[in-house]
T-cell receptor, first 114, second 114 residues
């Protein structure tokens, strides 16, 4: 079945460092791809999405490009802040008999130190 | 627009009891999905409802059930609780169910089974 693989964490960075969180997927067809973020004690918030190959999703300084040739959707940010500390989930939209479900990676913990 | 709301936020139950969780989707959204989040298994799809019909179900035992009302509000029920049911239960809503649709998550209900 379809699946998502994320780099293991935790990732620990100093403030203003460059961030990359790797995400690769296995899927039939061309699913939509998402990054969600989860802050402590909260649910998931959509960070960005891309619905077709070569699309770039961006939000709050985060970016990710849908790469069909490498089946990847890596998350990047040029300068992280302490407030970016959270768990980041990569996900794909998996077609079912009716509608879709989200298939998530294991999540990557990001810790940003001041 | 108000976001997805879930009640209660926290629950403590004992083994063998049953529990009902509630989810109110974003106004106008017709699809409601439920996910279970645990440290060991990560985020897993439970089921999805659209127009009061369960259309998709994940790989969970029959003790997990749900329903959707005419106003799109949804409830999920877990009967004969087991220790392993301790988890964060997340509800997500979307307008439709196409592959490009974004699912918006609520804050979750944290269930502890003793």
């Amino acid at each position: 079945g379809n699946s998502v693989t994320q780099m293991e964490g935790p990732v620990t960075l100093s403030e203003e460092a460059f961030l990359t969180i790797n995400c690769t997927y296995t899927a039939t067809g061309y699913p939509s791809l998402f990054w969600y973020v989860q802050y402590p004690g909260e649910g998931l918030q959509l960070l960005l999405k891309a619905t077709k190959a070569d699309d770039k999703g961006s939000n709050k300084g985060f970016e990710a490009t849908y790469r069909k040739e490498t089946t990847s959707f890596h998350l990047e940010k040029g300068s992280v802040q302490v407030s970016d500390s959270a768990v980041y989930f990569c996900a794909l939209s998996d077609r079912m008999e009716y509608g879709n479900k989200l298939v998530f990676g294991a999540g990557t913990i990001l810790r940003v130190k001041s | 627009k108000a976001g997805v709301t879930q009640t209660p936020r926290y629950l403590i139950k004992t083994r063998g009891q049953q529990v009902t969780l509630s989810c109110s989707p974003i106004s106008g959204h017709r699809s409601v999905s439920w996910y279970q989040q645990t440290p060991g298994q990560g985020l897993q799809f439970l089921f999805e409802y659209f127009s009061e019909t369960q259309r998709n179900k994940g790989n969970f035992p029959g003790r997990f059930s749900g329903r959707q009302f005419s106003n799109s509000r949804s409830e999920m029920n877990v009967s004969t609780l087991e220790l392993g049911d301790s988890a964060l239960y997340l509800c997500a809503s979307s307008y439709g169910t196409g592959g490009q649709e974004t699912q918006y998550f609520g804050p979750g209900t944290r269930l502890l089974v003793l």
